[in-house]
């Protein structure tokens, strides 16, 4: 079982940052915002579920917070780069298949820990951005502990999605390709695809 799934405090930041990453209902003003404010706005919003939510989060509320967070990130692209060399070994049905499954297993995993999203203030830099792609900054605090997260975006058919993320300097896409390769190496890409087939049947 790929270990980049165990629960571990460091998987769930990385939802804490994918969970800031909302997605507007208003395509056209997403266009004019620039990606420091979709994040503050996306922000807001997803505080504003939780506090309504109060202690008990229901299950219809969990189904929100998964389409938010996967409406805003670009999975065929997180997978592709994640899966590296192996990517371009595959043929277009299986690397459907593959983000179709690498999809779902951290659209269930991103709602099991939902006391992280919560920070107690964030601070935004300004973007870096050149052309159709963008690096924003940001540092989280909680209980006077500082997390820097870093968001790498480009623009898809003119929104700013997510491709990586960068939490304290360790890179999302580094940590899953690292896992895939190890994976592949001791087997093969079928057996470890198989496995994560598996996992998301058991979630």
Do not use: C
């Amino acid at each position: 079982m790929i270990s980049l799934f165990q629960t571990r405090t460091r998987v769930w930041l990385l939802f804490v940052a994918l969970a800031a990453l909302l997605f507007s209902e208003n395509v056209a003003a997403s266009d004019s915002m620039s990606p420091v404010e979709l994040i503050k706005s996306r922000n807001e919003r997803v505080e504003a579920i939780l506090e309504a939510a109060g202690d008990s989060v229901d299950a219809e509320t969990k189904e929100q917070l998964k389409d938010i967070i996967n409406s805003f990130i670009d999975f065929r692209e997180l997978s592709k780069l994640a899966l590296g060399k192996y990517w371009d070994q595959r043929t277009e049905k299986e690397r459907e298949d593959f983000v179709n499954v690498f999809q779902q297993l951290i659209r269930n995993s991103s709602v099991k820990k939902l006391e992280v999203y919560k920070a107690d203030r964030i601070v935004y830099e300004e973007p870096e951005i050149n052309g159709s792609k963008a690096k924003v900054t940001t540092f989280a605090y909680k209980k006077r502990k500082e997390v820097e997260v870093v968001y790498k975006m480009h623009k898809v058919n003119g929104e700013w999605k997510v491709y990586d993320m960068e939490i304290d300097g360790m890179s999302t896409v580094r940590n899953y390709r690292d896992s895939f390769y190890k994976q592949i190496a001791k087997s093969s890409y079928a057996e470890m695809y198989n496995k994560l087939e598996k996992r998301l049947k058991d979630s």
